[in-house]
């Protein structure tokens, strides 16, 4: 029996253990895999006892137990409930994933499905698409019993920052409840959804994706009140003023409350403010009527608020504000984007292109808002002109609702911001740890020297806690936010403004800002350099006038008139830039049908255009007879039957177009040369088309292809509104070339090497081409001269073969004549046999399309870190891929900066440590700092104003950290003979001297030029330490020269008569508290008098030595507001000391001292300033010299990833890649993004 029990032991055990870690699995999920926001989620049930006990210790601990529980949702989890799994849980406690490791909590929700009409098994079975969360089939049904409270008829779900997660059976997991966004085929969009929803559908989905409505709600002031006044500071401030006004300290407590009051309602305002705008913002489409289509073709009219994901919208003629995001079926909208992406242009939508009727028949491909976002109306933006079929309207099916929604998710990330993580500010949390230490290690030791001298045990409570208040400076917020206040007026005065303050202190760090091309560095318009026609398979001479008789009715001006999606808005031609100059070159025509054209037809009315009479041949008039003959043949018109717009996906546009007359249709296509030769028949492409398109991109040229078909007379105007792209832009006869100029900004080779003597390393991301974009960093002097620059052309896997990237140098280009076909995926560069003996003493650069970039950060991890190192040039670049760009480049410790236009560069924007925005329209609201003028040199005045503001945080921090120190050391030292500082000397201290010279040491503005030296990041660093140290040293010393030196300074009584007192019995500290006049004599001593004054000064003299001025801030003489209230501060003290003022000593409870200790007192101060300012300079002076020698001995790795990356990289004899080499990833380890780099013979 003993046998069987100690067999199974084991047994039991390990079974226990495999139950508890299958239990932990449960317990422990993740949502959002993958993705920013990705959270740890833990389930969790309500317990009664620990309620109970929680409740018991709230109530022993005066309620600061329910404080803390509020600060840390964590503890307030824990401490009140026990775990459960998630499935069956009753609260969630969710952690990020990310460095920050945030938690929160929420509690689970029920959403009953039984009180809803139309509501059956059946009725709910693929209700929602894509939404298996709440997918109810028969099959899964008995499953989701076990979760729910009433079979099938509830529903489990939470709400985090304004997004519902459901329970997933599926999954076993909480997921959020996505729309038609994911997962759903374009094929599906027509077969499935264009019919609409029955209104049980309607219904049902309502209930599950909630009220369309991107919900800003601006909290009540009384709201606002009790969360701002919970801030744990502000509950340390209340423990201030109580314990003072306990102790009778009722004028500073008053002076504290009246600040914090100050300070709370200067908050309030400016968070509501916030609010307001805010809400404002997304208020303009939150209650508007539309037009739905139901299943039995009934319309519908409902308020927006009920639109759910399946509706189908009808989109009105006079134009509409999107109140959610819908893909467009049916019609042509001309759309306003700017809310989303900073651009004013007028877009063309078209509707998106049915599978079911495509030629080719390719109806698998799945329907992505991002990838079809020419068909895709978004929330926020306005639709200005609808074209439509009669009889059937313009029709869009709603994809997403709410917060889901494009605008709700930049609202969602203005609402629920990232942390920002800097080193100065969790430095800061360490510094207020040190002196939490401090104040324990005073409140230890009053406590003792109290018990010892036998006091009150009242009296013992309150000084000892007194301490703590006097060591932890109740001044320290608004000190370190006065910086910041006045960097932000700075830079509005110069025309940025700021919507993230405490990004400014981050700037002053950037050490790498990326900048968009087009708009950015060059003018924002292109002008028409000319034009390169091809016939007969060669290339003609470049002709710069397109206006010319003899080009009017070629089918190169053609495509020119016809190929762009340019839109006539009340009476004047808008559209696209690029189109624009393009049409204004040709001098031609665009007229729009009206709607009562439109109305007659039962088709839509094609745009027009034609060559203005000016530039037709004119006729040789012979009489009225001939006259009437060659008036037909005058009339040529071109009539644009369809359009497919512009994608930066494909890097082209095309349309199908009939001029008048004729019985077949043309089909015109431009975009991207290497993109558009590809589509041509190889025939039709001149042989020499590589080396006329590399001469004019290194030249800087923006280069267009044009190409031209005649379509099959088969196809009708009705094939031709369903037929798919692909099948028009193929078997293209190549027509030549447009050279656009686009030139540089003048301030921008400037600005950039005022960039480049500061050590700030520039970027250049681009959708333009790549050696157009090589070129225009050349130029403008991102690319030095003499620097080589390589170009890594990425190839994915393709027919077996592994990913591989190409080595080209861009400075020994030839052109190999042998290659007659174009591959469309990357720039076809030949090399030249070039020795690289000198590449490492000359600096190189990469440059790479973004296919190239993406397909190295799919399969050659290994490889980011070196070529982020050294990338300059990021060309073809999609939004995401800014975005991933400004992430990896963050991967290895840059503080990046991003400069855009704000078009497609949004999420670049937000994610830079500094986005700045050149565009004032409303995107500008995701970028912290925003230039009222398009221009980039607000950057270098950004850094400047942020390496000011980065160094007035840390001569405040140090500043206040010796005004701690000296206020806690006097009164340590006061404590020992039971003496304090009085109320108004506190006061005095506090109000008088310290507050005023913290707000006028902060206005000193920045320096008028960049310095390569870039200012420490954080405040523990060796000079920085040794810097508040040594004054530490110095004015804890001073002042216990002074304090010890007047104890044993004996008074005699004649004195009495020079200063007019009665006090004698005081001024003798050895017989001071023996007597019964110890309460009147307990401030006015000796000891008081001396310590006051010596600290009053080193208050002064510590701010004067921190208020550093060059290289980062202008001289502290040229800050007028501070000396001057140093020296009203120097005269006032000074004269008080040496020439007593009775009713001034009366006020601050100072002793008359004899004259002759007054001299004395005025010598320990002058020493000490000596010396202070002596030592600060030296530290400034040598100390980074000796630093830097004493790393250098110790062969320190650098703590920044590129600093080490690129020691470790000038010893590498394979980086940079060589001419004619190929790195091949391993297939073996295809996961690990491994490499190998294997040289071609």
Request: proline share 4%; aromatic share 10%; net charge neutral.
């Amino acid at each position: 029996m003993e046998t069987v029990k100690e067999l199974s032991s084991p047994v039991v055990k390990h079974s226990t253990f495999q139950a508890t870690v299958e239990m932990d699995k449960e317990e422990r999920k993740t949502i959002n895999k993958g993705q920013e926001d990705e959270m740890e989620i833990h389930g969790y049930n309500l317990c009664r006892w620990k309620l109970a006990m929680v409740f018991v210790g709230v109530i022993c601990t005066g309620g600061f137990l329910l404080l803390l529980l509020y600060w840390m949702p964590e503890w307030r989890v824990k401490t009140t409930c026990v775990r459960a799994a998630v499935k069956d849980c009753e609260v969630v406690l969710l952690r990020t994933t990310d460095e920050f490791k945030i938690w929160f909590c929420a509690k689970i929700h029920f959403l009953p499905l039984d009180n809803q009409p139309n509501l059956n098994a059946k009725s709910l079975v693929n209700k929602v698409p894509n939404g298996h969360a709440v997918r109810l089939t028969e099959e899964n049904r008995c499953e989701m019993n076990k979760y729910s409270q009433s079979p099938s008829q509830q529903m489990r779900y939470f709400t985090h920052h304004s997004i519902r997660y459901f329970w997933n059976d599926a999954i076993h997991n909480f997921d959020f409840l996505k729309g038609l966004d994911e997962g759903v085929s374009c094929a599906s969009i027509y077969e499935k959804h264009s019919a609409g929803l029955t209104k049980g559908m309607h219904a049902y989905r309502k209930l599950l994706y909630g009220v369309n409505e991107i919900a800003v709600k601006v909290p009540s002031v009384f709201k606002l009140l009790i969360k701002e006044v919970l801030n744990p500071f502000y509950i340390f401030q209340l423990f201030s003023v109580i314990l003072w006004s306990i102790d009778e300290y009722y004028y500073y407590a008053l002076a504290i409350v009246i600040m914090s009051i100050v300070s709370i309602i200067s908050s309030l305002y400016s968070i509501r403010k916030q609010y307001v705008m805010l809400h404002d913002m997304v208020a303009t489409h939150s209650t508007v009527r539309v037009s739905v289509c139901r299943v039995n073709e009934e319309i519908e009219e409902i308020f927006s608020t009920d639109l759910v994901p399946g509706d189908v919208m009808i989109i009105p003629l006079n134009g509409t504000v999107m109140p959610c995001d819908a893909v467009l079926i049916n019609g042509t909208c001309i759309v306003n984007e700017s809310m989303l992406t900073g651009e004013s242009v007028p877009v063309t939508k078209t509707n998106l292109p049915n599978p079911s009727v495509d030629v080719k028949g390719v109806g698998e491909e799945q329907y992505s808002p991002e990838t079809h976002k020419r068909h895709t109306l978004f929330c926020g933006t306005t639709v200005i002109q609808t074209r439509f079929y009669t009889g059937e309207l313009v029709k869009a099916i709603v994809v997403r609702t709410g917060f889901s929604t494009s605008k709700g998710q930049l609202v969602r990330s203005i609402l629920y911001p990232k942390p920002t993580d800097f080193k100065l500010y969790r430095d800061a949390y360490l510094f207020l740890l040190c002196l939490v230490v401090v104040a324990g290690i005073g409140f230890i030791y009053t406590i003792i020297n109290s018990i010892l001298n036998e006091k009150e045990v009242k009296e013992i409570i309150i000084k000892s806690l007194d301490i703590i208040t006097i060591t932890v400076p109740p001044a320290l917020p608004a000190a370190m936010t006065a910086g910041i206040v006045y960097a932000q007026r700075r830079l509005k005065k110069v025309g940025i403004f700021c919507i993230s303050p405490q990004r400014i202190n981050i700037c002053g760090q950037l050490n790498l800002v990326c900048f968009d091309k087009t708009g950015t560095l060059t003018e924002d318009g292109l002008d028409l350099w000319g034009i390169q026609r091809v016939e007969n398979t060669r290339f003609l001479l470049p002709e710069d006038n397109v206006c010319s008789e003899m080009l009017v009715k070629s089918q190169f001006v053609a495509c020119m008139a016809t190929c762009h999606s340019l839109t006539k808005i009340e009476g004047v031609l808008s559209g696209d830039p690029l189109d624009l100059k393009m049409f204004e070159a040709i001098g031609w025509i665009l007229e729009e049908a009206t709607e009562e054209e439109t109305a007659l037809h039962n088709r839509i009315m094609p745009t027009v255009v034609r060559p203005s009479k000016q530039l037709l041949p004119e006729s040789t008039t012979a009489g009225n007879q001939e006259m009437e003959l060659f008036e037909l043949p005058a009339i040529y018109e071109i009539g644009i039957v369809r359009q497919f717009p512009f994608s930066s996906a494909l890097q082209r546009m095309s349309v199908v177009a009939r001029t008048l007359g004729d019985k077949r249709m043309d089909a015109y296509m431009k975009g991207a040369p290497e993109v558009i030769a590809s589509l041509c028949k190889p025939e039709t492409v001149p042989v020499d088309f590589e080396k006329v398109l590399e001469d004019y991109t290194k030249q800087g040229f923006r280069v267009i292809a044009l190409a031209h078909r005649k379509l099959e007379s088969k196809l009708t105007w009705h094939k031709v509104q369903h037929i798919s792209r692909d099948a028009i832009e193929n078997n293209m006869d190549f027509m030549g070339l447009i050279i656009m100029q686009n030139k540089l900004k003048q301030e921008t080779p400037a600005v950039l090497e005022d960039l480049h003597k500061a050590n700030i390393r520039t970027v250049m991301v681009t959708g333009d081409n790549m050696l157009t974009a090589v070129s225009v960093a050349r130029d403008c002097g991102m690319i030095l001269p003499q620097d080589k620059v390589i170009i890594a052309e990425a190839l994915p896997p393709k027919d077996g073969k592994v990913a591989k990237i190409n080595w080209h140098y861009t400075d020994s280009l030839t052109q190999c004549s042998e290659s007659s076909a174009i591959d469309s995926e990357a720039i076809p560069i030949k090399l030249a046999h070039d020795s690289l003996e000198d590449l490492q003493v000359t600096r190189y650069h990469f440059a790479m399309n973004g296919k190239s970039f993406s397909v190295i950060l799919e399969h050659f991890q290994d490889l980011v870190p070196k070529l982020m190192l050294h990338g300059t040039v990021f060309a073809r670049m999609a939004p995401d891929q800014k975005t991933q760009l400004v992430e990896a480049l963050q991967n290895v410790d840059y503080f990046v900066g991003m400069c855009g236009d704000g078009a497609n560069d949004c999420g670049a924007l937000k994610r830079a440590h500094g986005g700045i925005s050149l565009s004032e329209l409303e995107a500008s609201v995701a970028s912290p700092f925003t230039s009222k003028t398009p221009s980039i040199s607000c950057v270098p005045n950004l850094i400047r104003e942020g390496r000011a503001a980065l160094m007035t945080s840390f001569c405040v921090f140090k500043f206040m950290a010796l005004y701690s120190i000296i206020q806690y050391f006097s009164v340590t030292l006061l404590y020992s003979i039971l003496s304090n500082l009085g109320d108004f000397q506190f006061l005095f201290i506090d109000l008088a001297i310290i507050l005023v010279v913290v707000f006028t040491m902060s206005l000193n503005p920045a320096w008028k030029e960049l310095v390569a030296q870039r200012p420490p990041s954080g405040l523990i660093s060796g000079a920085l330490l040794f810097s508040v140290l040594s004054q530490i040293v110095i004015s804890v010393g001073f002042q216990s020269l002074g304090f010890f030196w007047v104890k044993q300074y004996k008074v005699c009584d004649p004195y009495s008569d020079v200063c007019n007192t009665t006090r004698s019995a005081c001024w003798n500290s050895s017989h001071l508290y023996n007597g019964t006049e110890l309460d009147s004599c307990k401030i006015q001593n000796y000891e008081n008098t001396t310590v006051f004054f010596i600290s009053s000064f080193q208050y002064l003299t510590v701010a004067v030595a921190f208020s550093k001025g060059k290289p980062f801030r202008q001289p502290c003489y040229k800050n007028y507001f501070f000396v001057i209230a140093v020296i009203i501060l120097y005269v006032f003290i000074l004269f008080i000391m040496l020439h007593p003022v009775a009713s001034v000593d009366q006020v601050l409870e100072i002793m008359c001292v004899p004259y002759q200790w007054r001299i004395y007192m005025l010598i320990i101060v002058l020493i000490n300033a000596f010396v202070s300012i002596t030592v600060e300079e030296s530290v400034d002076r040598w100390g980074k010299c000796c630093l830097s020698w004493a790393l250098s001995c110790r062969k320190k790795t650098p703590k920044a990833k590129y600093m080490y990356l690129a020691q470790e990289l000038r010893f590498d004899p394979e980086w940079p890649p060589k001419p004619q080499t190929t790195t091949e990833a391993k297939a073996v380890v295809k996961e690990n993004g491994s490499c190998q780099i294997i040289t071609i013979a």
